[in-house]
């Protein structure tokens, strides 16, 4: 059974850094894409940041410059380094992953993520 289990979440003042990272078990298999989603309350989900097994990154207009998303294929992990940190970053953060030409059918439990102004 294919697990992705979020790590790094926490406490943060507002300008401070935190590390995701998204560790998957159950597979060998490279997923194609693995993102980050975060959901606020009261708000609709929203992709943050998307890498191909290629290693190309695609991340959100609202973090762009401040966020930076990596995987490691080897360990089947995924990661998102956040900087300059917001209170409106506060959400729960969602790790996903999809196989080719899938939607993102796998996902993690979720883990919080709250800034602090």
């Known amino acids: 059974q294919v697990q992705l289990v979020e790590s790094g979440g926490g406490l943060v003042q507002a300008g401070g850094s935190l590390r995701l990272s998204c560790a998957v078990s159950g597979s060998s298999i490279t997923f194609n894409r693995m993102a980050w989603f975060r959901q606020a309350p009261g708000k609709q989900r929203e992709r943050v940041a998307l890498?191909?097994?290629?290693?190309?990154?695609d991340v959100a207009e609202s973090v762009e410059g401040r966020f930076t998303a990596s995987r490691d294929n080897r360990v089947n992990s995924l990661y998102l380094q956040m900087t300059s940190l917001k209170p409106e970053d506060t959400a729960v953060y969602y790790c996903?992953?999809?196989?080719?030409?899938?939607?993102?059918?796998?996902w993690g439990q979720g883990i919080q993520v709250t800034v602090s102004s």
């Open positions: 996903a992953a999809s196989h080719w030409g899938r939607p993102f059918d796998f």
């Open positions: 890498v191909t097994s290629g290693g190309t990154t």
